[in-house]
Every structure is written in C-alpha cells, then in structure tokens.
C-alpha cells in the first residue's frame, strides 16, 4: 500500500533552476560493494590524474574566457563550501547552448567517471525522475587544473557531487554531497535500498539497544558540520554493539557507499579508520516521519567524529553526506 504523501517545504521554496545570487558576483541485489577497512585493499585517493579529474581538465581547456567568467571562481570561493538539496551554483545549465557536444560530452564523463557503474545509472534516473535529465543541471569549477588546488562541482534538484583530484584536505568526495529523489512512494524511490539495509541493523538490536538508537526528533538534514573526536553524537555507538551485530554495520556502509568510484570510497574509509574506526560511529533512527507508522524508520543518522550521512526519507530522499578530518578549533 502507498504511503501518506506529505509536503516537502525545502522543496517548494526553490525551483529546479534557482541560482544563488551571490554567484553572479563572483535493491540491494546487483549493487557493486566496495572495499571496507580490514579488507586488503590499497588506499587510493581520487588524484589530478584519476579519469573524472583528467576530464575535468580537458573540460576547463577548452573553455571560452566568457564560460570561465560565468562558471569559474577561486579554489577558495565561499559557494563551493554551501550545500542544498536543490540549488544551482551557476546559471548555464548543461543543455543550454553555452556548451558545445564535446564539452556535453565531457560533463557526461565526469559525471560517469566520480559514480560507480550501479551508481551513474541509479543517478541517470534521479536526475531524469527530478529535473528532466542531467541537462537541467549545472556545473561550477574552483582553481585551475593544473595551478594547485582544483575542483569539479554538479549542483541541482537533489544532486550535488563533486571531483577534486584529492585538493580537499583530507576530504572524501571533495566536501559534502548531496543525493535525493522526489518519489513519495517510499518502495519505488530509487534509494529506498538503503533504508531497508540500514534498517537491517535496527532489527538486529535487542531491546535496550533499540531503545537507545530510536530518537524522537531529527536534526536539521543539512546539519552535517564534522564535529571531531570531542563531539557528541546520537543513538547508539557501534562499539557497544556485538560482532555480528558490528558485521552487519559494515555490510550497511558498503551498500551506502556503493553508489561512488572506489577511489571515493577509499578515501572516506581511510578516514573514518584514521579517527578510531567505525566503532566511533553511532547510528540513530528517527520516530520522526516514520511513513505509514510502520516502524520502518524512514529517517536515520550514521555519524561519528570525522562522518555524518543524514538520510531524510520523508515525504521523499534528502540525503547529506560529509565525511573529512574535522578541524580542530
């Protein structure tokens, strides 16, 4: 049976061709699973020569110095830090005609090029479903290929992604992303796997353990800032968990993960081992905008001290994810 529709009011308030002012001033089955730590596996971040970086570099060399004044900014440029679940950081979109086939072409590959092979047809989908395709989409560079730091950015309706050749420090994906899709239908939305698996782990508590993850309220979905080895964080540690409890976890972060290039996910690993591994994750499951008041959490929480991935399921997918070094203050 479908579930309640409800409304989305971060949704309503932009259209699928917003621009931010401030820029013109300046199923789990067939899912590929990636490598976890503890697996023998080389750590290899994205660098300036991985294929979505070299295409990026071929994209901004064949650039008119007109498409670099409207698509291009300084490396340091405040836009490529802000994250929306439905923003363009730039105006031209990827079908307008301020891109010729071949620069089209390229967008396509990078796109293609940052996504594992389930993942770049599962996003096809989304961007189709959400906008119209991914020529309803836009695209951003900060810096140089080349010249020092350096990165690619897609923005739209419930997508944000990125390739940067490894510039961000010590930042998986290059900074945070964004994946989404407006199907209200909870069992037809494309990432309606991911709840089911995550899910997976809350079944598998017992009965203080479940209620410890189960939290009434969520935080803001774009409440995804890294808050570092002192921070607080909700429901329950994976640590306290048993190992086959443990186990399941680590199935469920690769099945989240699968979606990304395997140099992405690498490097998001690396990290979380570098910040005490993943029994410093603590996983949460919200009564809130449970659809259908079926106990099937729809909105849920992964983080620890250098990870957060918030997946807001309700009325439809917002997901954040951020996954870096926090800074220490």
């Known amino acids: 049976m479908k579930r309640a529709s409800q409304k989305c009011s971060d949704c309503d308030q932009l259209d699928r061709r917003s621009f931010l002012k401030a820029a013109a001033g300046a199923t789990v089955a067939g899912v590929a699973m990636p490598m976890l730590v503890g697996q023998p596996a080389l750590f290899a971040a994205p660098s300036k020569t991985s294929a979505a970086e070299g295409a990026a570099g071929r994209l901004y060399a064949s650039m008119s110095a007109d498409q670099k004044k409207q698509i291009c900014f300084a490396f340091n440029h405040e836009l490529r830090n802000k994250i ?34 389930d993942g770049y047809e599962r996003l096809k989908k989304q961007m189709e479903f959400d906008s119209g395709g991914i020529d309803e989409y836009s695209i951003a560079m900060f810096g140089e290929p080349g010249s020092g730091a350096f990165e690619w950015e897609l923005t739209g309706r419930h997508l944000t992604l990125r390739a940067d050749g490894d510039s961000g420090d010590k ?6 992303i964004v994946y989404g899709h407006g199907e209200e239908d909870p069992k037809q939305n494309l ?5 089911q698996q995550v899910n997976e782990v809350f079944k598998a508590l017992d009965a203080k353990q479940s209620q410890q993850a189960l939290v009434a309220t969520a935080p803001k979905e774009d409440a995804v800032k890294l808050q570092g080895e002192k921070g607080t964080f909700p429901g329950i540690a994976v640590g306290q968990l048993s190992a ?8 469920t972060l690769q099945v989240l993960l699968a979606p990304y290039r395997q140099e992405d996910v690498d490097e998001a690993m690396e990290i979380v081992k570098n910040s005490g591994g993943t029994d410093k994750l603590h996983m949460a499951f919200y009564q809130q905008g449970d ?4 106990k099937t959490w729809d909105i849920w929480r992964v983080e620890g001290p250098s990870f957060v991935w918030h997946f807001r399921g ?9 996954i870096g070094m926090a800074k220490q203050s």
């Open 171 to 176: 930042a998986a994906f290059g900074g945070p």
């Open 244 to 251: 086959d409890q443990k186990q399941l976890v680590n199935k």
């Open 191 to 195: 990432f309606y796997y991911q709840t």
């Open 84 to 117: 929306n679940a439905n923003w363009h950081i730039t105006k031209p979109s990827v079908g307008d005609d301020f891109y010729n086939k071949d620069q089209k072409a390229l967008i396509n590959e990078i796109v293609k090029n940052v996504t594992s092979a």
């Open 314 to 322: 309700a009325p439809h997918v917002h997901a954040y994810i951020n």
């Open 291 to 294: 659809l259908g008041n079926d």
